[in-house]
């Protein structure tokens, strides 16, 4: 069950993602950042958008209350192979056979990764001090990583906001699996008392920007792996330090599980360089001269 509300989550993601990218690349060269936010909010494609995004938040939250967050993040990288079927079957844009064999690739390993790798074990509850510590690391990555975004070519800019954005987005997943916890055992009053909620709400708000501006500021093939990538990595570092998740040992295993996650990530990157790109529109005139 957590796998299906997972993959049902990274399909609503994708149809999310379609529409966020639609949106923010129609946005003027001059409009970033805050005023970026300012100019999507009033789009209507940026709004449906956000409604779908409900959808794939509330299956994660699921997903990540019945299962491990060691297991569901790399789940929600199938997310690319939505997006590659929402392009070709709803836009009908044209798909090559590198962008399908890729797909094949990603899923392949991610079958092979949660058989091999089979994360197991955990606790419910994190201790205050290892939050703390958490919380720490993860804001000094992401900090480092949007002042490096400040500046610098589109590629670096489009990296750095993306690497910031998948690590908030991390740390988040951590923190619905917290807050789904204390919903199901003490009740909507803990959970609205509890800082978790409020924490989440704010880096929710920072890492939608950091989105957005990485969208905005360099080509999708840098930053979506990125934002596709990091995340389940930062998420199983997350589970293993937070939850006390763990993996089978055993050498073979452990490499197997390694092999087969650097095919994910080559997966990623692959369908991300091969997927479909915009049609490019026959000028006017050109099917009449022919």
Not at 28 to 39: D, S
Request: with cysteine; hydrophobic share 60%.
């Amino acid at each position: 069950m957590p796998v299906l509300l997972a993959l049902l989550s990274a399909c609503a993601t994708a149809v999310n993602l379609v529409l966020q990218r639609d949106s923010s690349r129609a946005a003027p060269e001059e409009v970033t950042g805050w005023r970026l936010a300012g100019y999507l909010v009033r789009d209507a494609r940026w709004l449906i958008g956000q409604a779908v995004w409900v959808v794939a938040f509330a299956a994660q939250a699921l997903a990540l209350h019945l299962g491990r967050l060691s297991v569901v993040q790399p789940v929600l990288v199938t997310q690319l192979v939505f997006t590659l079927l929402i392009r070709r079957f709803a836009h009908g844009w044209p798909v090559r056979p590198a962008a399908w064999g890729s797909a094949a690739l990603l899923c392949a390993s991610l079958v092979l990764f949660l058989v091999a790798a089979e994360p197991r074990g955990g606790h419910p509850d994190p201790t205050s001090s290892a939050w703390g510590w958490a919380l720490l690391a993860t804001l000094g990555v992401a900090g480092v990583a949007i002042t490096l975004g400040r500046a610098g070519s589109p590629e670096r800019r489009a990296a750095c906001l993306a690497v910031g954005a998948a690590v908030l987005a991390a740390f988040q997943a951590a923190l619905v699996k917290a807050g789904m916890q204390t919903l199901s055992t003490r009740g909507v009053l803990a959970l609205v008392a509890g800082w978790p909620l409020y924490l989440l709400v704010l880096l929710g708000a920072v890492s939608t920007v950091l989105v957005q501006a990485a969208l905005h500021a360099g080509p999708l093939t840098v930053s979506q792996p990125l934002l596709v990538v990091v995340n389940p990595l930062v998420a199983i570092a997350l589970s293993l330090w937070l939850y006390g998740e763990h993996f089978d040992p055993a050498p073979a295993t452990l490499a197997l599980g390694a092999a087969s996650f650097a095919g994910l990530v080559a997966g990623v990157v692959l369908l991300t360089r091969t997927g479909p790109r915009t049609p490019v529109a026959e000028p006017a005139g050109t099917a009449a001269a022919g």
